[in-house]
Structure formats: C-alpha cells, structure tokens
C-alpha cells in the first residue's frame, strides 16, 4: 500500500479522536480539544473512566476474538490516536501473523500510526488507511490489499459513531461493511449512550462547544448487531462483556454499551 500524503493538522478544531486522547491521559491534544474535554469532564467525571473501561473492552474483545474465535484479520475503522494495547498488539500477542487494518481520517493520527506500525510482528501485518467511515466501499476496496476477504475478519468501530447524527447513515455503513465479508466474520463495537442524565447533559454541553457527539439508546446500539449473531452475553454494558475477574461484582453506573456479533 502506497503511502499518503499527510493532510494538514488543523489544531484550532477540536476533534475527537484527540478529546479522548486528552480523557485517556494523552499528549496528543491541543488547547481547542482541552478545552471542551474539561467542559465535558466538568460535567460528566465518569467520561475519563469511561475511556480507560472502553480500551479494556476492545483488549477484552479482540482476543477472544484472536483467541477463541480464530479471527485472524481484522478491520479496526475509526480507530483514534494509539494509546495502552492496540488492536494489533493485542491480536498479534495471541496469534502473531494476524493482519490488522487500521482506518481513520484525522491527520494526527496517520502521523502517529506510520510510526506505530514500526511495532508490528515479523510473521504479521499492520497498515492503516485514511479514509472517513462514510466512504465504506472505498475502506474495503483498500483493505482489499491487505487482506483476504474471502477469510474472516474482525470489523470494529469502537465509540465513533456519535460524529453521525443520522442512525440511518450508521446502519447503512455497518451493513455495507459487513456485506463485504464473509461468512464467519464478526462485528465487535460500542458506543455511548442516553442512560442517564448526565450523560445527557454532558453530550449537549460538548454539542454547545462545537463538537457534537450523539448518544444512543440501547436499543440503537443493539440494532447495529441486526443479522449477527450475537455472542453472549450480547450488547451490555462494557465492563460486563466477558469481564476480567477484577471487574466482576462491579456495579456502577457507565453509560457504553457493546457487543460482539458473528456474520452467519
């Protein structure tokens, strides 16, 4: 894969891959993404654990995925700035000729994923496309070059779909997506949802400051998994996908749903 030009970084907008860099710990933000994370953090305090339990799902996810599932190519669209344990990291840890793509379209991020991909596997594959998710043929017709799409793969939008207000447009690229794998493939994802108030108040403070993100309602979240099937324990809380045996017994509130489905 030819290697793209890298885009102009704009710092004065904020965006959200670098809001949840910032919510994560990261140094990969500016003032403009730093402000309206404090708004929101302000708000909503949960937000920065929220960031932390969401990483443990993907971690979570992928190797069972890698794992107990055999995937061993995986689509990773909307993946943000790298942070503990990426996705090709995790994958290669269990099975080290896995093949990941990565995909996103803020420039920071190509900038920081050409130096990522250094970090790979001598019998595996990482690479990383630019493109917005809205351009899901194009992702697949790249990813092509990488990997087999007769094979499996492991399509993951993990907590990007709040930039697209219409639910529609999120169903459509979900199905194209998966229409373009095989049989055997799985959908893993998640995203932030209306479950309590300050989640909703949080969400319309950050919309107020230029950078609208939309909840869903569970249910929503539960319909993107529509012709999968799903893997127990379905399209629940994060931290109580499958979790580690320091999370169990944990109670508290976190407004994130998310699943795993196989494609039949």
Not at 152 to 160: A, D
Not at 230 to 249: A, F
Request: proline share 6%; no cysteine.
């Amino acid at each position: 894969m030819t290697e793209q030009p890298l885009p102009e970084i704009r710092t004065d907008v904020p965006h959200g891959a670098r809001i949840w860099n910032y919510w994560l710990g990261g140094k990969d933000n500016y003032a403009a993404d730093r402000e309206i994370g404090d708004a929101v953090r302000a708000m909503y305090p949960q937000i920065a654990d929220m960031a932390v339990k969401s990483r443990h799902f993907l971690i979570r996810a992928v190797r069972f995925l890698a794992a107990e599932a055999g995937v061993r190519q995986f689509l990773d669209i909307g993946t943000g700035l790298p942070t503990m344990q990426n996705t090709h990291e995790v994958a290669q840890s269990v099975a080290p000729d896995a093949k990941i793509v990565y995909v996103d379209n803020d420039p920071l991020v190509l900038a920081h994923a050409r130096a990522l991909l250094v970090n790979t596997t001598p019998e595996g594959v990482t690479t990383y496309v630019h493109a917005d998710y809205h351009e899901p043929e194009r992702i697949v017709e790249q990813a092509g070059g990488v990997l087999d799409l007769s094979q499996p793969v492991g399509v993951m939008f993990m907590g990007v779909f709040g930039y697209e207000p219409d639910y529609a447009v999120t169903r459509s690229i979900v199905s194209r997506v998966l229409g373009a794998v095989p049989s055997g493939s799985y959908l893993t994802m998640w995203d932030g949802t209306s479950t309590s108030e300050a989640a909703v108040k949080s969400a319309q403070a950050q919309a107020d400051m230029g950078s609208p993100y939309q909840l869903r309602t569970v249910e929503e979240v539960r319909g993107w998994f529509t012709g999968t099937e799903l893997v127990e324990p379905g399209v629940v809380p994060i931290t109580e996908w499958r979790p580690d045996g320091v999370e169990i017994g944990r109670v508290e509130q976190i407004d994130a749903y998310g699943g795993v489905g196989r494609k039949p």
